[in-house]
Each structure stands twice: as C-alpha cells, then as structure tokens.
C-alpha cells in the first residue's frame, strides 16, 4: 500500500505539472491569436481608408459631371442672350446664369474638398501600408516564436502523460477512477499530506485514531472531511 500512496503522490505531481503546462500553452495560444488579431484588425483599417477613397472619387466625378453640365447651361444662356429681344427675357435668362454660375461654383468648393479629402486619405492610406509591411513581419516572426513555444510545451507535455500512463497501469483501476473523480471533485487535488492531526488539503483536525492509523502505512485512507487521501507527513529532525 505503501508504494500505491507513493505512486499517487507522483501521479498528483505530473498532473500538476500537466495543469500547469496547458495553462502556460494555453496562454501562449491566446497570445497568437492576439497577434492575428492585430494583423486582421490592420488590414481591416487600410481597407476601410481605401474604400472611403473609392467613395470620393466616385463622389468627386459626379461633381465633375454636375459641374459640366452646368458650364454647359451657362455657356447655352449666355450664347441665347444674343438673340432676346426685350429687358424682361433678359433679366430671366440674366438671373439663370448668375444662379448657374453660383451653383457652378459651390460644385467647385466641393470638389476641392473631396480633392483634399482623398489628398490626406491617401497619405494616410501609405503611412498605413507601410506600418502593415512591418506589422506582417513582425507578425511572422512573433507567430513563429510563440508556435515554437507551444510545440515545446507540447512535447512536454506528451513526455508526462507518458509517464502518467505508466503509473496509471501499475495501479488497480478503480483506485485510478477514484483519484480521478476527487481531482474533478477537489479542484485539482486528490492527494493530501496528513502533518500534526491534520489534513493539509481541507486544514481540519483529524481524528486521532484515523490519523495514528497513518503511521502504519498499510491501507488506503481518506480524509473524513474532504475525501481526499492522506498521506503521512512528518516534520523533518530538528538539526
């Protein structure tokens, strides 16, 4: 019994270490999709920049072909003035034109705006591209070092469910399901020292028969409290 107690203490300790392996891969995984994350969101942005660009241009030539047509207007009124004959046709087509050519000329401030609009777009547009040229390689190489982490501790890993398999095989099967079940049950312990009357998992008194009954060493016993199985801890001789 004795070497079963021993054997579940250390299967208590790989598991530990397993835990603690996947959490630490698991955060290294968080942290790659982290830095994907990054990557996509950028391309995203410089997408959005260059679509607001095609937007203003599309914008830009409607002004453009506005503002041709109302040159054209203009140009038309102008040649009929030629030909009226009295100051009542001419005052209407006079007021036309000035209209048009107010027109013609807010059509003018607008298209300046998109033109400027598109300028710093497109500045922008380049400081970004640059910006992704170097956060894709960044982003290579970060992605490479963090799967070359994660593939170690995955090596790691396999090696101490090795050795856990190995132990597991040595011990009767319900007594690997039991220590199973108080894992789950007991937040990662199933295992507990037992050191001056008490257990070290749960801190409760044991009972002083139970716990004297440690010392022999020759059956599996449980805390009364918690259910995990204790295990004999005495204080080291004082030097």
Known sequence: MK???????????IDYLIDNLKTT??????????????????RQELSGLEGRVVLLEQEKGELESSQTVEQENIR?????????????????????????????????????QKVSQIEELNTEIATRKETLAELEQNT??????????????QQDIDADVARREAI??????????????????????????????????CNMNLPPQLYNSLYKGDELIS????QRVLILKLQPAAQ
Do not use: F, W
Request: proline content about 3%.
């Open 76 to 112: 038309r009124s102008e040649t009929n003035m030629k030909e009226i004959k009295t100051n009542k046709e001419y005052q209407a087509v006079g007021r036309e034109i000035a209209a048009a050519r107010k027109q013609a000329a807010e059509i003018d401030e607008q298209t300046l």
């Open 140 to 153: 290579s190489q970060r992605r490479d070092e963090k799967q070359a982490e994660i593939s170690k501790i």
């Open 3 to 13: 070497k079963r107690l021993e054997m579940l203490e250390q299967l208590q300790e």
């Open 223 to 226: 805390c009364p409290h918690c």
């Open 168 to 201: 597991t095989k040595e011990l009767p099967p319900n007594l690997v399901k039991r220590y199973n079940a108080l894992r789950k049950q007991r937040r990662g312990q199933a295992v507990a020292g037992a050191r001056d009357g008490y257990c070290l998992g």
């Open 25 to 42: 891969q698991s955060g290294l995984t968080e942290e790659m999709s982290g830095i994907e994350q990054a990557l996509i969101d950028a």
